[in-house]
């Protein structure tokens, strides 16, 4: 081989990296230049920390996308309730649940867009909990029925979360410590109520919760647990958005195993145990600092007091549901 050949392999050998590495340049270029138009971002977005946040938050917090389906299968469901709709309405409208396209696309969204949900037609389940809000008086509880309840912070709204959500905050060992099933029932339906009324439109229609298990003296029993997850899921259908367990301990870890064998896949997802080393990092992911109480991390300087907190639903208990 003579030297003008070798001067070639030698060149061969030093160029071939060098253009591999530029393709895989170019490449890139184009890449980013078509996914920024694509996208219909700027490029500066892309590094801007709280924005990229924000995007993934609303990502993995999205409401169920409804299928193209979705207005035949709420004509469908208004069709299956028109035996009983006229009675059941008035009824539903006593107790501030009116038989609205918003109401059926909430059952709708729940039953994953089927007619059917936990084995029984979306009908009955309409019908029984109007019978459920008339039996217990959901939409008319007064703060003087659980007023005794509300002496500590028990369980109480506070803020939003950076999708606007009302924030409902459970002090578990109050909870547990000083109320019965029944009590406890009544101071969370009073607290859903009221948290319906401070729903932002235009917003998601759900609540963020906080379950803050400091302090627990002793475990609350799985069939209380699994009451109140069944209580939310069969009378308040796509009301509840993510939970958040703080302060929690190997025990209460264990009772949540539990309870969570008889929950559906998409209840699970919605339930977060922050454990205390990322606790501040990952409430504010969720909820922005001055919505969050400073014990939290936030710095809301928020303080629970029964006689104000009371006195802030009676302004607007009118306007319950009118607008939801």
């Excluded at 969370?188 to 759900?206: C, D, F, H, M, N």
């Excluded at 559906?264 to 969720?286: A, C, G, M």
Aim: net charge positive; with cysteine.
């Amino acid at each position: 081989m003579n030297f003008g050949q070798n001067l070639a392999r030698i060149r061969y050998k030093l160029n071939l990296p060098l253009l591999i590495l530029g393709s895989l340049i170019i490449l890139y270029s184009i890449y980013f230049l078509l996914y920024q138009n694509l996208a219909g971002k700027q490029p500066e977005k892309s590094c801007d920390a709280n924005y990229l946040n924000m995007e993934l938050l609303r990502q993995s917090e999205k409401e169920a996308t409804r299928p193209p389906n979705f207005q035949k299968l709420l004509s469908n469901l208004q069709e299956e309730l028109k035996p009983v709709y006229k009675e059941l309405n008035t009824r539903a409208k006593q107790v501030n649940w009116p038989i609205d396209d918003h109401n059926l696309g909430r059952w709708l969204d729940v039953a994953s867009f089927n007619l059917v949900y936990l084995g029984k037609p979306l009908v009955e389940h309409i019908k029984e909990t109007v019978t459920w809000r008339e039996k217990i008086g959901a939409c008319c509880i007064q703060n003087e029925e659980i007023y005794e309840h509300l002496f500590s912070p028990t369980i109480y709204l506070h803020g939003y979360d950076r999708l606007n959500r009302p924030i409902m905050i459970f002090q578990l060992k109050n909870v547990v410590a000083s109320i019965d099933l029944n009590g406890i029932e009544k101071l969370l339906v009073y607290s859903v109520e009221r948290a319906v009324t401070i729903l932002k439109k235009g917003e998601q229609q759900r609540f963020t919760a906080i379950v803050d298990c400091e302090g627990l003296s002793f475990i609350p029993p799985v069939s209380h647990v699994r009451h109140i997850l069944k209580l939310l899921k069969t009378h308040y259908p796509a009301r509840l958005g993510r939970i958040l367990v703080i302060n929690y301990g190997i025990a209460v870890n264990t009772v949540w195993k539990v309870a969570s064998l008889v929950l559906p896949e998409r209840t699970i997802k919605k339930i977060s145990f922050v454990d205390t080393v990322n606790q501040k990092e990952k409430l504010l992911h969720y909820i922005p600092e001055e919505e969050l109480e400073k014990r939290y991390g936030g710095s809301s300087t928020f303080v629970y007091d029964r006689r104000i907190y009371v006195s802030k639903y009676n302004t607007k208990k009118k306007a319950a549901f009118s607008a939801q």
